[in-house]
């Protein structure tokens, strides 16, 4: 047998853990993941390079019912990674029963092609749940197979990443291979401070915050970034900064730490606040903000 590679596209209801379970094929942390809802906004490619094979995951958006423009490029992303997927893992978490997870189940039913039912968080579940989750699933999905998982505690994970390799069909690599994504540092940047920004702030404000890197300088010791942290109206803008400043300066402190590990050097993080009125509405600015 030749070269291996292949799409291996991860799908899923929010939060259910796709982008820790990306994070854990890789043995890296690449993309963000937070204990809210809808952190991932963008389909992210993450690349497992071996001597004879290429594993191109995706990270996806959780598939829900797109209620504004930001939200419909989210399920855009998903149905854009129905496509091109060489084997399809659909996520699930412990709990989470079939009949609960429409969006997921139709678009898990069109798919033709290998696929894998991950019921993750297993951590949380008793045997006995465990169990009646796997076989609802099951039931539901009779052609895929289904794998309890935790993500979180690589709970399955080396199995099914050999799993995945030897369902990939012979293929040359897509990606040279030294490559770990398809997105750039400015992009992993801006996903690192708007993890700080899910975790620090509640409510609207991180649905409604967007983050762009205007500048990404290297010198010898240090690497200088400006960033601006956009929300869509003057009160959310109030609320980043807080009073004099704090809530903003550990904002600051928490992304520049974030971005220290993943760059591995020492970095000075200039952050700026801005409005820019209700630009998760608005098709042309979701553009020029790379949805
Ligand atoms: N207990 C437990 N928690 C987990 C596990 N996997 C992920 N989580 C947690 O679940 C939360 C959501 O994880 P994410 O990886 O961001 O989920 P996601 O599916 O990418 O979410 P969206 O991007 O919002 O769709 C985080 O707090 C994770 O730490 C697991 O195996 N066990
Ligand atoms: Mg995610």
Same mark, same amino acid.
């Given at each position: 047998?030749?070269?291996?590679?292949?799409?291996?596209?991860?799908?899923?209801? &929010?939060?259910?853990?796709?982008?820790?379970?990306?994070?854990?094929? +890789?043995? =890296?942390? *690449? %993309?963000?993941?937070? @204990?809210?809802?809808?952190?991932?906004?963008?389909?992210?490619?993450?690349?497992?390079?071996?001597?004879?094979?290429?594993?191109?995951?995706?990270?996806?958006?959780?598939?829900?019912?797109?209620?504004y423009p930001l939200q419909a490029s989210?399920?855009?992303?998903?149905?854009?990674?129905?496509?091109?997927?060489?084997?399809?893992?659909?996520?699930?978490?412990?709990?989470?029963?079939?009949?609960?997870?429409?969006?997921?189940?139709?678009?898990?039913?069109?798919?033709?092609?290998?696929?894998?039912?991950?019921?993750?968080?297993?951590?949380?579940?008793?045997?006995?749940?465990?169990?009646?989750?796997?076989?609802?699933?099951?039931?539901?999905?009779?052609?895929?197979?289904?794998? &309890?998982?935790?993500?979180?505690?690589?709970?399955?994970?080396?199995? +099914?990443? =050999?799993? *995945? %390799?030897?369902?990939? @069909?012979?293929?040359?690599?897509?990606?040279?291979?030294?490559?770990?994504?398809?997105?750039?540092?400015?992009?992993?940047?801006?996903?690192?401070?708007?993890?700080?920004?899910?975790?620090?702030?509640?409510?609207?404000?991180?649905?409604?915050?967007?983050?762009?890197?205007?500048?990404?300088?290297?010198?010898?010791?240090?690497?200088?970034?400006?960033?601006?942290?956009?929300?869509?109206?003057?009160?959310?803008?109030?609320?980043?900064?807080?009073?004099?400043?704090?809530?903003?300066?550990?904002?600051?402190?928490?992304?520049?730490?974030?971005?220290?590990?993943?760059l591995g050097s020492k970095v000075f993080?200039?952050?700026?606040?801005?409005?820019?009125?209700?630009?998760?509405?608005?098709?042309?600015?979701?553009?020029?903000?790379?949805?």
């Open positions: 047998m030749g070269h291996r590679a292949g799409y291996v596209n991860i799908i899923g209801a &929010p939060n259910v853990g796709k982008s820790t379970l990306l994070n854990a094929l +890789l043995g =890296e942390r *690449l %993309v963000i993941a937070t @204990p809210k809802a809808q952190t991932t906004r963008h389909r992210i490619l993450g690349i497992l390079n071996g001597d004879d094979h290429q594993l191109v995951l995706s990270d996806t958006p959780g598939i829900l019912e797109p209620q989210m399920m855009k992303a998903v149905d854009e990674a129905l496509k091109d997927a060489d084997v399809l893992l659909v996520m699930v978490e412990h709990g989470q029963l079939p009949d609960r997870a429409e969006g997921v189940l139709q678009r898990a039913r069109r798919f033709k092609g290998p696929m894998l039912v991950l019921v993750n968080k297993i951590d949380l579940g008793d045997q006995e749940g465990v169990a009646a989750m796997l076989g609802a699933w099951h039931e539901a999905l009779p052609e895929a197979e289904v794998l &309890p998982v935790s993500a979180l505690h690589g709970f399955h994970v080396p199995e +099914l990443r =050999e799993k *995945l %390799v030897d369902l990939l @069909p012979e293929h040359p690599p897509y990606f040279p291979k030294d490559e770990l994504s398809d997105r750039n540092t400015r992009f992993f940047i801006s996903e690192f401070i708007r993890e700080q920004v899910l975790e620090h702030y509640k409510q609207e404000v991180p649905y409604s915050t967007q983050v762009v890197v205007n500048s990404f300088v290297e010198e010898p010791d240090i690497v200088k970034i400006q960033a601006d942290v956009i929300v869509m109206r003057e009160s959310q803008k109030g609320i980043l900064i807080g009073r004099q400043g704090t809530a903003l300066r550990r904002l600051g402190t928490a992304a520049r730490k974030a971005i220290e590990r993943f993080l200039d952050l700026r606040v801005k409005v820019d009125p209700d630009w998760r509405e608005d098709a042309r600015k979701l553009k020029r903000y790379g949805y």
